[in-house]
T-cell receptor, first 115, second 113 residues
């Protein structure tokens, strides 16, 4: 099956700094990627839809100026958490659908801890 | 938007017994319903999915049923094994999976040896 990678797998940063997370589709092209956030013992919640060559679409309640998404190529989407705070600590997971089944392939996730 | 409810939140069964997890969805336009198994700290792993043009799908010990009229779908695991212990999520999506998934709240399954 298709493979999606994420980097880094975990990161610790200080409050007020910015962190960039990369999501790559390794063996297929993804015009659309999705970013989810998962707090401990909770479900995955969609944050935004990343569209190659255009602006991302954010879910209600997600600050677009805080969570910057750039989908600059057909295989790479990045999520930048700006001015991170402890409440941004979470597990961030990306996914991308692959043709022809459009099954969603998930990245391994990035655990962000803000101290 | 779509809302997916999942029950139960926890489920404990004896090894060899069956486990059933149920989900309901609100958006009648949803037509893709995957089930995921997630182990602690790892990505969700697709275990089975069903599209709205069929009512049931089976893969060895795992089966999923879909009732479009009632807007609910269920996961059935037979002959459970300790390695089935994990958190299971149902999800729903429009456009046969091209759209983002809306997840249920999850079920923590514990299979007692």
């Amino acid at each position: 099956g298709a493979v999606v990678s994420q980097h880094p797998s975990w990161v610790i940063c200080k409050s007020g700094t910015s962190v960039k997370i990369e999501c790559r589709s390794l063996d297929f092209q993804a015009t659309t990627m999705f970013w989810y956030r998962q707090f401990p013992k909770q479900s995955l919640m969609l944050m935004a839809t990343s569209n190659e060559g255009s602006k991302a679409t954010y879910e209600q309640g997600v600050e677009k100026d805080k969570f910057l998404i750039n989908h600059a190529s057909l295989t790479l989407s990045t999520l930048t958490v700006t001015s991170a705070h402890p409440e941004d600590s979470s597990f961030y997971i990306c996914s991308a659908p692959d043709r022809p089944s459009y099954e969603q392939y998930f990245g391994p996730g990035t655990r962000l801890t803000v101290t | 938007g779509e809302n997916v409810e999942q029950h139960p939140s926890t489920l404990s069964v004896q090894e060899g017994d069956s486990a059933v997890i149920k989900c309901t969805y609100s958006d009648s336009a949803s037509n893709y319903f995957p089930w995921y198994k997630q182990e602690l700290g790892k990505r969700p792993q697709l275990i089975i999915d069903i599209r709205s043009n069929v009512g049931e799908k089976k893969d060895q010990r795992i089966a999923v049923t879909l009732n479009k009229t009632a807007k609910h779908f269920s996961l059935h695991i037979t002959e459970t094994q300790p390695e089935d212990s994990a958190v299971y999520f149902c999800a729903a999506s429009r456009d046969t999976g091209r759209r983002a998934l809306t997840f249920g709240s999850g079920t923590r399954l514990q299979v007692q040896p």
